[in-house]
């Protein structure tokens, strides 16, 4: 098998040089931003570090969407927590499928210190 190298001057596409861990698990890490979704690459792609990585980050999301929408029934600050809670974890989910897009490890503030915790 040949391997191509680029040794022209220049910008090089970050394409060329993929890790193929990033490559393989692509697909399911960025799912794993996706409301339950986020139990598919834990389950089926549990073997590939990158999938797996942002898999947790999105089951920590998950878990605190379930939360808010359980406290949505606390009269007076229900709604004003869900509503805060839907808005900040949606943003955080949008930059995750943007990391993972962009093929980084992107470690969200507290989220990944509780997602480091899950052993699977």
């Given at each position: 098998m040949e391997?191509?190298?680029?040794?022209?001057?220049?910008?090089?596409?970050s394409d060329t040089h993929i890790d193929p861990v990033i490559q393989d698990g692509k697909f399911f890490a960025l799912i794993g931003y996706i409301s339950v979704l986020c139990l598919v690459p834990l389950i089926l792609k549990k073997e590939n570090k990158f999938a797996v990585f942002h898999g947790k980050q999105?089951?920590?999301?998950f878990i605190l969407e379930v939360a808010a929408a359980?406290?949505?029934?606390?009269p007076a600050i229900g709604?004003?927590?869900?509503s805060l809670?839907?808005?900040v974890l949606?943003?955080?989910s949008l930059i995750g499928i943007v990391k993972?897009?962009?093929?980084e490890y992107w470690e969200m503030p507290y989220i990944?210190?509780?997602a480091q915790k899950i052993s699977i």
């Open positions: 391997k191509k190298t680029n040794h022209s001057s220049g910008s090089q596409s999105g089951l920590v999301i359980i406290l949505k029934s606390v709604e004003v927590v869900f809670a839907f808005v949606g943003i955080l993972v897009l962009m093929n990944s210190q509780v």
